[in-house]
């Protein structure tokens, strides 16, 4: 009888967690934050000393356009990804320096993106991700 009460217990935790929300490009996937409201979007990974390894922040806005990014308050380089509504990546910014000195430099895609995947540094050359590569989504 412990026996069995030891399994489900061991079990448990396994049945209960909630899948992770994805974005893959072939057989590399990130998991993601999900970034949609005004204020998330305004924070972003403003303050964070690290992001985990094959993690990233997804952000997905209500119509295609040129998004303008920044990394204001931000303390880890990152690879910037756009991607258009079908998922189609527009537009790569490699390794972008935190901002040390005001005003802080902005990143825009060269055309319109629907979803913004912000991953560590050198990511985006480590995983041969370019432009019209197409991710899929798995949230």
């Known amino acids: 009888m412990n026996n069995i009460i030891l399994l489900v217990l061991l079990l448990l ?3 209960s967690s909630t899948p992770q929300d994805q974005v893959c490009f072939g057989r590399n996937c990130f998991d993601v934050e999900i970034v949609q409201t005004d204020e998330e979007r305004m924070r972003g990974l403003q303050y964070r000393e690290s992001l985990g390894q094959d ?8 119509e295609d356009k040129q998004y303008s990014f920044w990394m204001k308050d931000t303390l880890i380089p990152l690879d ?6 079908a ?7 490699s390794d972008v320096p935190p901002c040390r000195s005001n005003p802080c430099p902005n990143y825009v895609p060269a055309s319109p993106a629907f979803y913004v ?5 050198g990511e985006a ?15």
Do not use: T, Y
Request: glycine share 6%.
């Open 87 to 93: 998922g189609r990546v527009v537009h790569i910014e």
């Open 13 to 15: 935790p396994a049945c």
């Open 117 to 121: 995947l912000e991953i560590n540094a």
């Open 125 to 139: 050359a480590k995983q041969k991700i370019a432009v019209g590569d197409k991710a899929e989504f798995h949230l």
């Open 80 to 85: 910037i990804i756009w991607m258009n509504q």
């Open 55 to 62: 993690s990233g922040m997804l952000f997905i806005f209500k």
